[in-house]
Nanobody, 122 residues
Framework: QLQASGGGLVQAGGSLRLSCVTSGRTFRSYSMGWFRQAPEKEREFIAAFRWSDNHSYYADSVKGRFTISRDDAKNTVYLQMSSLKPEDSAVYYC?????????????????WGQGTLVTVSS
């Protein structure tokens, strides 16, 4: 019901755009979130997007560099990542949340995509 894609290898300072295609119950859930998990680290919240008013919320670590957008015709939420750093390297996941309120913890999300790997070289 969530399909993430768009990861790859990029040099530091470069950009990537991740996509998350929604379907079924995840379509038009209350909000969508993006998380990432680097090897041997906890899964980290990076951004969330609320369908009803286009409002977005970003973790401090990505604020000003990452932007969420949507394409309703394609049932897709995007994560545009710019000024990438080696420490941004991780598997990136999209997730949907059915309850109201912003969620910044993994357990607050109901459905998850399979993850897409982003590697930023120095």
């Amino acid at each position: 019901q969530l399909q993430a894609s768009g990861g790859g290898l990029v040099q530091a300072g470069g950009s990537l755009r991740l996509s998350c295609v929604t379907s079924g119950r995840t379509f038009r859930s209350y909000s969508m979130g993006w998380f990432r998990q680097a090897p041997e680290k906890e899964r980290e919240f990076i951004a969330a997007f609320r369908w009803s008013d286009n409002h977005s919320y970003y973790a401090d670590s990505v604020k000003g560099r990452f932007t969420i957008s949507r394409d309703d015709a394609k049932n897709t939420v995007y994560l545009q990542m710019s000024s990438l750093k080696p420490e941004d390297s991780a598997v990136y996941y999209c997730a949907s949340r059915e309850k109201m309120g912003w969620g910044t913890q993994s357990y607050e999300y109901d459905y998850w995509g399979q993850g897409t790997l982003v590697t930023v070289s120095s």
